[in-house]
Structure formats: C-alpha cells, structure tokens
C-alpha cells in the first residue's frame, strides 16, 4: 500500500511537472540578470532592493502588463470609428452547367434549345468597406476606455508605492532581527555563567541539584530563543529575496540606514496634497467619469445609427450580372422594440453611475480617517525614536561604569553579560524606534501620493 501510495505521488508529480508550458518553466530558471546579481553583490542596501524590486517584482511586471492590456482595450474601442475593409472571395462549383430552355418547338423546331447561364465553376469576391457616420455609443466607448487606461495608470503607480514600502518593511525587518540577534548572543553568555556559578555550588553543596538543573533550563530556554531568532532572519530573507524575483536560498549582508529624522508638514497639507494625488481617490472620481460614458452610451442606443458602405463585387459570367460592379450605401438603424433592452440598460447605467458617486464620498471619508490615522501614527513614531535615543545615552553611561567595575572585579561576568544584554537592548530598541518611524512616514507618504523611500530622503 505505501509502495502504491509513493508511485501515485511520483505519477502526479511528473503529470504536473508536464503541464507546465514552456513559458512557465522558463520562469523558474534563474535569469541572466538575477545570475550576475548573485555573483556579484555580496552587500545590499536599501536604496538598490528598491531599483530591484521595480525591475523584477512580479506583482509589479503583473501591474505592467495589466495597463499595457489597457492602452490596447483603448485602441479596439477607437478601431470601431476607423473604416472596415473586408474582402471576401469564393469558387462554387456545380454538377453541372446551369441552362435555361428557350419553347423553340412553339416555332415549329424539333426541340427546345438549352441555353446556358452558368458554368459548372464560377468564381465571385467582393471588396467591401463601411465606416460609422454617426454611432454615439461608439465615441462614449473610446472615452470609457481612455478613462479606463488612466485608472490601470493609477493602479499601476500605487502598485509601485506599495511594493517599495513592502520591500523597506521586509528590509527594516531583517536589520531589527539582527539587532535583537545581539541580544539573545549576551543573554546565552549571561546564562552560561549563571550554570558555571552554579556547577560550583552544587559541588560544594551550596546549592541543591534541582537548582542546578533549573539553571541548565534557563540556559537551554535562552539557546532556544536565540536560534529562533537566526530562523526568523532566514524566513525574512527569503521574503525580501521573494519581493526581488531572486533566489530565495541566497543571502545578503545588508548595509545599515544611517539615521535622519525630517521634519512633518501638517495634517492641513498632507490633506491638500491627499485629495489632489492620493491614486485611490483619484481613481474613484475616474470611475464616476467612466459610469457617466456607459450611462451616455445607454442613452444613445436610443437614437439612430448611420453608416457609409460600399464596394466591388466581381463576378467571372456576365449574362446575369455584369463581370464587375461598383456599388455604394447609406444604411440606417433605429431600434424601434427590442424586449425593453435598451430602457433597463439605461436604468442599470443611472445605478451604477449613483453607485460610484456614493463609493467617491465613502472614500473621500475614508482618505481622512486614513490620513489622519497615519500622521498621528509618523507623529508618534518620531516621539518614540526621541525617547529610545535618551534611553540609549543612559544606557552608555552604565555600560561604560559596568565595564569598569568588571575591569576592577566589583561585579562578575555573569552580571556583565546581563548588563551588556539591556544595553544591546537599548541599542535595538533605538533601531527598530527608527525603522518603524520610517514605515509611519513611508505610509503617510503613500496616503498623499508620495513615493515612500524617496519621500523620506528627500522631504526636509
């Protein structure tokens, strides 16, 4: 039975290996690019994961194509007002040769004469050309779909904002594990100590063995701590590496972010430039405008349609019609009944247009509710990063008088590494106080349409 059970999973395995396209499986091979990445970076800073991501993030090429997909709607909806030209050709063939009889015994022949038409092969074509004089709903459409571009556009400059504050968390992230990584190595030393001391005593009976014991735990419990510290930081490598379409088994040494802290603008004008720029507001008034064409196309299914035709049509007999014949038309359609189609659409395209003017003022609420949110937020992070850098100051100072009191045997080593631990905490507490006031003002910056790295660099 597991003998079975293993040849089904192989079985399955290479069924769905070999339903990959060959697309597909060129997308798990590692490209030239990502190739001399590996060879050549052994560091990596914030800034280059950035360029990195924007060039290689698969969410982001998704978004690419997805507005290039736009740009193309938008050209079928303006191919509808070009002229069509269509040639259409044919060889018909028949049993035999068409022939109409002439009454000649009526004039005192022997027998009626068959007089032929057609032959047994005939070929015709036609060279046909239309072009819409006045179709309203087809000018409302090209209007629709330009806004429809716009709106993949907007999308598509979000989508960027939000994978670079993606890949600025998952690079914060890892620099705050390592900073805390420092933390568990002084506790373990810490620890250590604490079972010397006590391996000692339980061998001049100072102390019982279930004392001993529960020092080996402590130490044990402090082990266990620091090594799932070193399995988060590889997770969140493979996550960043994931975000930069590379190898997830590959690892970086990254470059620390030297502190700046810039000043705020007010919620006034985070406010003003919100409602100018934020992608998803503007999107919501775009929709309004693209609910109104479709509301103006239902509209002009009610008026009439006019179209400009014309053409060749050849034929190889000519005793029916001639061999070649130039014709043109004016074709005119008005829907007079078709089962009330044209009236509901028209009453669904009133609905949808009311639809997005409520989701416009929903989202208008909802940008100051988020703006503010987010500045109180950035507001807060900065109050923190100013108290982590006192509470550092005062952790120098009582390490430097810690060492000296080691350096004169006041104090033991186990004592020390329990110092040396709170001020690696006070260290990490001031570098992850700095990081997440950087993803609060890398938030913000998304709110009113800023890019979130450069923003922070830049902003004064």
């Not at 997805?66 to 938008?74: C, F, N, T, V």
């Not at 004169?408 to 992850?432: M, P």
């Amino acid at each position: 039975m597991h003998k079975m059970r293993t040849y089904l999973y192989l079985f399955l395995s290479f069924f769905l290996v070999g339903c990959f396209s060959k697309n597909t499986q060129a997308l798990f091979v590692i490209d030239k690019q990502a190739e001399e990445i590996l060879t050549t970076q052994k560091t990596l800073n914030l800034k280059y994961a950035i360029e990195l991501a924007k060039k290689r993030n698969i969410d982001l090429q998704i978004a690419y194509l997805k507005q290039e997909i736009a740009q193309i709607d938008k050209q079928l909806a303006i191919g509808n007002l070009l002229p069509r030209v269509d040639l259409i050709a044919g060889i018909a063939k028949n049993d035999d040769a068409l022939h109409i009889n002439l009454p000649t015994t009526l004039l005192g022949m022997p027998q009626n004469i068959a007089l032929p038409i057609l032959d047994e092969s005939y070929y015709t074509y036609s060279l046909n050309a239309q072009l819409p004089i006045f179709v309203p709903s087809f000018w409302f459409l090209v209007s629709a779909k330009k806004k429809g571009e716009e709106i993949q556009a907007l999308l598509t400059s979000l989508s960027e904002k939000l994978v670079t504050l993606e890949v600025m968390n998952q690079y914060y992230y890892i620099l705050a594990l390592k900073s805390e990584e420092k933390i568990f190595e002084n506790e373990v030393k810490a620890a250590k100590e604490l079972v010397k001391q006590a391996k000692i005593s339980l061998q001049t009976e100072s102390i019982l063995s279930w004392e001993y014991e529960e020092a080996k735990a402590y130490l044990l419990s402090k082990e266990v701590y620091y090594q799932q510290n070193l399995r988060e930081q590889k997770i969140a490598q493979y996550k960043l590496n994931k975000s930069l379409f590379l190898p997830i088994d590959h690892f970086f040494e990254l470059e620390k972010i030297p502190h700046e802290i810039n000043t705020l603008p007010s919620i006034q004008e985070c406010f003003e430039q919100a409602y100018q720029a934020n992608e998803k507001f503007k999107i919501r008034r775009k929709n309004v405008e693209v609910q109104a064409d479709i509301r103006n196309i239902a509209i002009s299914e009610f008026l009439p349609k006019i179209v400009l035709g014309g053409g060749i049509l050849g034929f190889n007999q000519d005793l029916i019609v001639e061999k070649n014949t130039l014709y043109g038309s004016v074709l005119g359609l008005l829907s007079v009944f078709n089962g009330f189609k044209t009236v509901n659409e028209y009453r669904k395209a009133l609905r949808q247009e009311k639809i997005a003017e409520y989701e416009l003022v929903n989202e208008y609420q909802s940008l100051f509710i988020e703006l503010t949110n987010a500045h109180h937020r950035a507001n807060t992070a900065q109050e923190v990063y100013a108290l982590s850098q006192t509470n550092l100051l005062a952790a120098q100072g009582k390490m430097q008088q810690k060492k000296a009191e080691l350096k004169h045997e006041v104090i033991d080593f186990r004592e020390y590494y329990t110092a040396l631990k709170e001020y690696h905490e006070a260290i990490s507490f001031h570098e992850k106080s700095y990081y997440q006031y950087q993803l609060a003002r890398g938030a913000l910056a998304i709110i009113i349409g800023k890019n979130p790295y450069e923003w922070n660099i830049n902003e004064k």
